[in-house]
């Protein structure tokens, strides 16, 4: 145990029910924005996003054609592997189910790809069945591009980083690819609960 | 608000994870084929730490830190 | 999976670092809501003017902290000094620079920064360009400069709200030979013949060395401080090679 430092007690944390908080996190009121890169500026009628790959047909929506799309608002806490968790979230946006009707596959693994050079790998179990989105409003509000708008996309049941911030893409892969963490030192899966963090866990 | 600091202000944990004080180290990015010292990447801070070259932005650097140490990737696309 | 795929070999000085014990021995105010922290650190290698430290606190319940803190003590002073400005709703500065008292105790990395440095041996002129808390390192560097009994030419800019949050007030006039001009930015006390205003191109100027004489320029504070700081003196003619700039951020762990 390090030596303790006489009196501090980082920020106020209030109390929460501790079956909400996986092993090893805390929770914040704030947002933190974490980046591994700068924020990039993709003008929306140049936005598209495209699913890809080992499908039959590619798909692409614009803009547009995204926000016309069923979406709903939901409520979720998310976890950030570097420990910080934020409980109580509101989000609107489209269940990745309602995309991937529009397309066949029998891949098993798909990278999703950003603006910048951010991916991540997924399986298409962790993206279907209501446990993944394309979401573009936070609070009621338009997404922030520092926190991944206009759209990111968020799997709240695994660590946050592979809630991949300004998507354009999805490929589906013969073969699971590990991504832009995952490939330095993260796990490849990265379940919370589980404390899935790193390549070795 | 840029969300980047220069290779100095993380020199401890590069520190830690490399063994020694790196930041006046050249790095030569094969990118862009220009060289410079660590210390003066732009790290930015996402679940790890990135160190993205200062002329072209590709990432020179990736560092991970566990619990029971540090994982370090070099280069833009370590899984390749 | 983790791990280099690229090998590429970097010839450095061994530094191995690790974290030390840090105990308070004195807490001294260095300006309005600033003080400086004098510690003992077990085993203190030493350090070079312009490096930095991570300090890392921990609470009774196992929470940590760190932030990352200039050396604000020149190599040949006894005990090592941290300069910590409070920031009001920040995490860690309300108590170094509040609760912190002696016999205190806390963990401690470096020094690191080998990028941000100056020696004696390094020569000269020296051009020192600070915002705010970003004086901390450069107090070292000056520090250190009278400690050698060097002459270098040495000019050091202080840029900063008002009078009460220039750091290191009365060790202006001890820096000996050193040409200082402090700009206040917000508020100026009655009488004030400094100047009022940000950092601009005909300040820099007039305080110089010009880029013909080559100067090691340091330049440290708040992020946009620096880049503005920074660009004007490109803009004056300076190398950007030879701007040495040391960013403060909001990037706590």
Known sequence: MPPISRGFGGRPRREVDPSRVPPGQYVVEDFPVLSAGPTPRTPLEQWSLTIDGAVDEARTWTWDQLRELPAKTFTTDIHCVTKWSKLGTTWTGVSLDTLLEEVETEAEYLTVWCDGDYTTNLTIEDVSDGKAWIAYDFDGEPLDPEHGGPARLLVPHLYLWKSAKWIRGISFTPVDEPGFWEAAGYHNHGDPWREQRYWND | ?80 | MAGAALLERLTVARAPVVWRLARVRAVEEAAEAAVTIVLDVDDWPGHAAGQHVDVRLTAEDGYQAQRSYSIASAPEDPGLALTVERIDDGEVSPYLAGELREGDEFELRGPVGGHFTWRVQDGGPLLLVAGGSGFVPLRAMLRHRAAQGSDVDSRLLVSARGWEHVLYRDELSSFGDVHVHVTLTREQPPGWSGSARRVDAEMLRELGPGPEERPRVFVCGPTAFVERAADLLVELGHHPAAIHAERFGPTGR
Request: proline share 5%; aromatic share 8%.
């Open chain 2, 1 to 80: 608000m840029e969300l980047w600091l220069d290779g100095n202000a993380i020199a401890g944990l590069l520190a830690d994870a490399l063994g020694e004080d790196v930041t006046a180290t050249e790095r030569h990015c094969p990118h862009c084929g220009d060289d410079w010292a660590l210390g003066a990447y732009r790290a930015y801070r996402g679940a790890g730490m990135v160190l993205r070259c200062p002329g072209c932005g590709t990432p020179g650097l990736r560092v991970v830190e566990t619990v029971e140490g540090f994982s370090v990737a070099w280069g833009a696309d370590p899984a390749r």
